[in-house]
C-alpha cells in the first residue's frame, strides 16, 4: 500500500516546483529511493501529460563510479550527461543515501576531477532547466536530526509540502532589501564580518529550486569581504564531516581557514583559484527547521541562519567567480545559538534571528508557520 503522503509530495514537485507544462522533458535522477515514490512521481508527470525520464542510482555504485575516474571516463560521463540534459525541460533529483559519509574515501584529486569535468552538465541544468533537489528520509538522517525515524519522517513531510505560496509573498520585501543594498555586515561571537552586494541581485527561493526551502540569497562583490567569520554548525563537503570551521577574509579572498579538519579544509579550498572566493550569501528562514543535521538542503534553510559559500557562484547573482566549488557554510543566530546581528547600509535588518524592520517580521517564525 502506497503511502498517501507519496503523491502529496509527487504533486508538489510537479506542479509547483518544476511546473511541468504538456509534453516537457523531466529527467527524474534518483538515488536511493523507494521505487514507490518513484512510481507515484511518474505517474504525476505523466498526468500532465510531461515526458518523464528515469534515471536510478545507488550511492555505493556511484562511490566506485567516481572513486577510480580518470580524465578520459570524466570526459565521457560529461559529453554524455551533456547531451541528455540538453534534451530536458525540467529536472528532479532525489537522494536518499542512508550513508552521508560514503565518498569520505574517494581521493581528493579523483572527486575534484570529475566535479570539474562534470561542471557543465550542472551548469546547463542549474541555468537552462526549471529544476528542483531535496534529500529522501533515511534512519541516518533521523540520527543526525537526533529525531526517531518515525518522527523524522512526519517532520520531513511537514516541511516539504508546507505553504510555500505563503511564503513567498512574505520573503518579497525581503528581496527588495537585499537588492538595493551595498554593504552588509555580520557581528556575532568571534565574526566580524563586511563586503558589499550592491548590484549583484538578490534571489527568493520558495520551493521552486530546493525542498525543503525558505531563503533568500544574493553574492558577494568578489573583492569586497574582509573579516572574520566563524560558523557554528557542523558542514559536510565530498564526504567530510568538519566543524568549528573559521575563515578569515582579506580582500574577498580566504586568507586564512581552520577547523576540525584543517588540512582538509584548506585541500578544498586549494580545489581550483575561485575556491577561496565566494560566490553566495543568503538569509534562511523555514519556521520548521531549527537545528542542524550536516545535510545542507535543510540546513541552509534553518531559521535565524545565514550563509556564505566559498566558491562558484550562481548566473543569477553573479559576481564571476568561478570553481568547481560551491561549498554552503552556516551560521545560526538564534539566541541559544550564540545570537548575532546582521546590518543592510547602517539598518539593523536581523537580531537574534529574528527580522526587525516591519515588512520583514512575516518571516519570523511565529509569523510563517
Not at 8 to 19: D, H, I, M, N, P
Not at 67 to 83: G, I, N, Q, V, Y
Not at 102 to 119: F, H, Q
Not at 172 to 199: C, H, N, W, Y
Amino acid at each position: 500500500m502506497t503511502d498517501p503522503r507519496y503523491p502529496e509530495l509527487a504533486r508538489v514537485l510537479v506542479r509547483y516546483s518544476t511546473a511541468l507544462k504538456r509534453g516537457d522533458h523531466v529527467l527524474l535522477d534518483l538515488m536511493d529511493v523507494p521505487d514507490e515514490f518513484a512510481v507515484a512521481l511518474i505517474r504525476e508527470v505523466r498526468a500532465v501529460p510531461a515526458v518523464p525520464v528515469v534515471e536510478v542510482r545507488h550511492s555505493r555504485v556511484n562511490r566506485e563510479v567516481v572513486r577510480a575516474t580518470d580524465p578520459r571516463h570524466a570526459k565521457l560521463m560529461r559529453d554524455l550527461e551533456l547531451h541528455r540534459m540538453r534534451k530536458m525541460q525540467a529536472y528532479v533529483a532525489i537522494r536518499g543515501s542512508g550513508n552521508a559519509s560514503e565518498n569520505a574515501d574517494v581521493p581528493g584529486d579523483r572527486l575534484g576531477l570529475y566535479t570539474r569535468t562534470l561542471r557543465p552538465v550542472l551548469d546547463h541544468r542549474v541555468n537552462k532547466t526549471r529544476w528542483v533537489v531535496l534529500r529522501w528520509p533515511t534512519p541516518s538522517m533521523a540520527q543526525a536530526a537526533n529525531m526517531s525515524t518515525e518522527a523524522f519522517e512526519d517532520f520531513f513531510f511537514r516541511v516539504c509540502t508546507l505553504d510555500y505560496g505563503k511564503m513567498a509573498r512574505a520573503m518579497a520585501p525581503l528581496e527588495k532589501r537585499m537588492r538595493r543594498a551595498d554593504r552588509v555586515q555580520i557581528k556575532g561571537p568571534g565574526t566580524d564580518l563586511e563586503f558589499s552586494i550592491q548590484g549583484l541581485g538578490a534571489v527568493s527561493c520558495n520551493g521552486l529550486r530546493n525542498i525543503p526551502d525558505g531563503e533568500v540569497f544574493s553574492c558577494p562583490v568578489r573583492n569586497s569581504i574582509n573579516g572574520v567569520i566563524q560558523f557554528n554548525t557542523p558542514t559536510l563537503y565530498a564526504g567530510t564531516r568538519f566543524e568549528n570551521v573559521r575563515l578569515e577574509f582579506v580582500k574577498g579572498r580566504v586568507a586564512q581557514a581552520t577547523g576540525s579538519n584543517t588540512a582538509r579544509l584548506n585541500e578544498i579550498l586549494d580545489t581550483d583559484a575561485g575556491a577561496r572566493y565566494t560566490g553566495e550569501f543568503s538569509l534562511g528562514f523555514n519556521p520548521h527547521i531549527l537545528n542542524p543535521m550536516c545535510d545542507i538542503l535543510f540546513d541552509e534553510k534553518i531559521a535565524g541562519s545565514l550563509h556564505l559559500t566559498p566558491g562558484q557562484a550562481y548566473e543569477e547573482c553573479n559576481n564571476g567567480n568561478r570553481s568547481a566549488v560551491h561549498w554552503d557554510m552556516v551560521l545560526i543566530q538564534r539566541p541559544e545559538w550564540g545570537g548575532g546581528e546582521i546590518w543592510f547600509d547602517g539598518e539593523l535588518l536581523r537580531k537574534d534571528g529574528l527580522f526587525v524592520p516591519k515588512d520583514l517580521q512575516p518571516l519570523n517564525p511565529d509569523r510563517l508557520k
